[in-house]
């Protein structure tokens, strides 16, 4: 059983498309979050909710927008791809805030 | 501007050795203490949690934290190629976020 679980685990899209990428965890967890890792590797926060309240908004373009319908799901909504969008954008869950967190997959989003 | 450092690497070290990787943080408040592995094209993985100065054991694994000079440690006894991976130190800043240091590239040579 996958624990945290996030789809699309590829996405190439043109620039100016808006896309989705959804995350779900069966782990009991209050909190979830988004991460963006660049190329470099730097594993960066974006956003995170704790119970479907959102907690944590770092300086992201307000093209990204985060979703949660309830605690076990956290979508990511980004409008107008742009170049420098593209990336691998991690999902994670975690008990509660500062406990140790538990990661999807993935997902990896070029932008042609 | 609150960060976690840490040598960007690549730290090669002999099958059976000891790996030494460091981290330090700048946010004097912080509480909790993170080890992720990561290897290439996966995502990270939770090695060890540390809430308390001194040391921590798990099997091949020992984090080590000292609060006063703001700096953690993860050691990796009996390296085994398969510990070829990415390294990030991860501190809660105070604020309940959590901030990851860019990672060490650790190769272990066969």
């Known amino acids: 059983d996958t624990a945290v679980s996030q789809t699309p685990k590829y996405l190439v899209t043109q620039m100016g498309n808006d896309k989705s990428i959804k995350c779900e965890q069966n782990l009991g967890h209050d909190t979830m979050y988004w991460y963006k890792q660049d190329s470099k590797k730097f594993l960066k926060i974006m956003f995170s909710?704790?119970?479907?309240?959102?907690?944590i908004n770092e300086t992201v373009p307000n093209r990204f927008s985060p979703k949660s319908p309830d605690k076990a799901h956290l979508n990511l909504h980004i409008n107008s791809l742009e170049l420098g969008d593209s990336a691998v954008y991690f999902c994670?869950?975690?008990?509660?805030?500062?406990?140790?967190?538990?990661f999807g997959d993935g997902t990896r989003l070029s932008i042609l | 501007q609150k960060e976690v450092e840490q040598n960007s690497g690549p730290l090669s070290v002999p099958e059976g050795a000891i790996a030494s990787l460091n981290c330090t943080y700048s946010?004097?408040?912080?509480?909790?203490f993170f080890w992720y592995r990561q290897y290439s094209g996966k995502s990270p993985e939770l090695i060890m949690s540390i809430y308390s100065n001194g040391d921590k054991e798990d099997g091949r694994f020992t984090a080590q934290l000292n609060k006063a000079s703001q700096y953690v440690s993860l050691l990796i006894r009996d390296s085994q190629p398969s510990d070829s991976a990415t390294y990030l130190c991860?501190?809660?800043?105070?604020?309940?976020?959590?901030?990851f240091g860019k990672g060490t590239r650790l190769h272990i040579l066969p």
């Open positions: 909710y704790n119970n479907k309240e959102l907690i």
């Open positions: 946010d004097r408040v912080s509480q909790s």
């Open positions: 994670a869950s975690s008990q509660g805030k500062s406990q140790p967190q538990h």
């Open positions: 991860a501190v809660e800043d105070g604020d309940d976020k959590i901030i």
